[in-house]
């Protein structure tokens, strides 16, 4: 959700690989529910994360002064096992090993970080959201 579209035209999703957007509603300025009509923006796939933009000469409409007032619906994600990164699922297993290994409900020492490898895999696939 958003509390207004934004002044420059472009939304950026924060989960990462965007599939498809399903749809955006929002509350228009007397409060009443809408849906913005594909035809004002497009959709961009294939960058991380995947953007929301307008076409050309289209403007993002009016909304209501509230929060949460937009809604955008998606979906994010591998569309099978197959198109998973094989780094991914490599730090899966890294994962389990590292908690099975320390799976006792108490220990002597304190675990305040995770094995280096995992970290930097996990840092590969890393997508930041500037807001």
Not at 48 to 66: A, D, H, R, Y
Not at 104 to 121: C, D, F, S, V
């Given at each position: 959700t958003l509390d207004a579209f934004p002044v420059r035209g472009c939304l950026e999703l924060p989960r990462a690989p965007l599939q498809s957007v399903t749809e955006i509603a929002y509350?228009?300025?007397?409060?009443?529910?809408?849906?913005?009509?594909?035809?004002?923006?497009?959709?961009?796939?294939?960058?991380?994360?995947?953007?929301?933009?307008?076409?050309?000469?289209?403007?993002?409409?009016?909304?209501?002064?509230?929060?949460?007032?937009?809604?955008?619906?998606?979906?994010?994600?591998?569309?099978?096992?197959?198109?998973?990164?094989?780094?991914?699922?490599?730090?899966?297993?890294?994962?389990?090993?590292?908690?099975?290994?320390?799976?006792?409900?108490?220990?002597?020492?304190?675990?305040?970080?995770?094995?280096?490898?995992?970290?930097?895999?996990?840092?590969?696939?890393?997508?930041?959201?500037?807001?």
């Amino acid at each position: 959700t958003l509390d207004a579209f934004p002044v420059r035209g472009c939304l950026e999703l924060p989960r990462a690989p965007l599939q498809s957007v399903t749809e955006i509603a929002y509350l228009d300025s007397a409060g009443d529910a809408q849906i913005v009509d594909t035809a004002v923006y497009g959709v961009d796939t294939s960058s991380e994360p995947g953007t929301i933009f307008l076409k050309n000469s289209q403007v993002w409409p009016s909304t209501f002064s509230q929060q949460g007032a937009i809604t955008i619906t998606y979906i994010a994600g591998w569309p099978n096992y197959a198109a998973i990164p094989a780094s991914l699922k490599m730090l899966i297993l890294l994962l389990i090993g590292h908690f099975y290994e320390h799976r006792e409900a108490t220990i002597e020492k304190a675990l305040t970080e995770i094995p280096n490898g995992i970290e930097r895999l996990f840092w590969l696939h890393r997508v930041e959201v500037l807001r």
